[in-house]
């Protein structure tokens, strides 16, 4: 894997690639450096989403999970920018109740491409801000960003 630490206005995000596919985003500084295209692509379009000027992602992604994550992950792709939806909601696109509701939701808690596919959209049924791998705090200021209530300064 390369990687290449992008700076950006919830702290540093780390993009990982394999084979010209973007494979991870982690918020963490690696302190990587790599200057592959799409790491390059990655961060301008990173720097245009925090600056509110892009509202959908458009990177080559190689998502390494199962057939199961897989349906429930291009689902989350597909929830609009500024929108949001319940675990609840999200299972039941898929005929899914009950018990069933905790598999989506660990699904999309082992999203390994945060921001790029939006699990930050995804809400507790009482839209209480539950469960993000960056924090509740990230995940807060991400959805402040796409309702038009935060400014970010990259």
């Known amino acids: 894997m390369i990687a290449l630490t992008v700076p ?25 450096r790599a ?48 929108e949001r939806i319940s675990y609840g909601e999200l299972a039941a696109r898929f005929g899914l109740t009950g018990e069933d509701v905790r598999k989506v939701a660990a699904a999309v808690g082992r999203n390994p491409l945060p921001i790029l596919i939006p699990c930050h959209r995804v809400v507790g049924a009482d839209g209480a801000l539950v469960g993000y791998g960056g924090g509740i705090q990230r995940k807060a200021q991400l959805l402040a960003l796409e309702a038009g209530q935060l400014q970010m300064a990259v």
């Open 35 to 82: 200057q592959e295209e799409e790491l390059r692509a990655a961060a301008r379009q990173l720097e245009q989403y925090f600056s509110g000027r892009r509202r959908r992602f458009e990177l080559p992604l190689d998502l390494r999970a199962g057939p199961f994550d897989r349906r429930v992950l291009a689902a989350v792709a597909e929830i609009r920018f500024g």
């Open 8 to 32: 950006s206005p919830i702290g540093p995000l780390t993009v990982g690639a394999h084979g010209g596919r973007l494979i991870a985003v982690r918020f963490e500084d690696a302190g990587d």
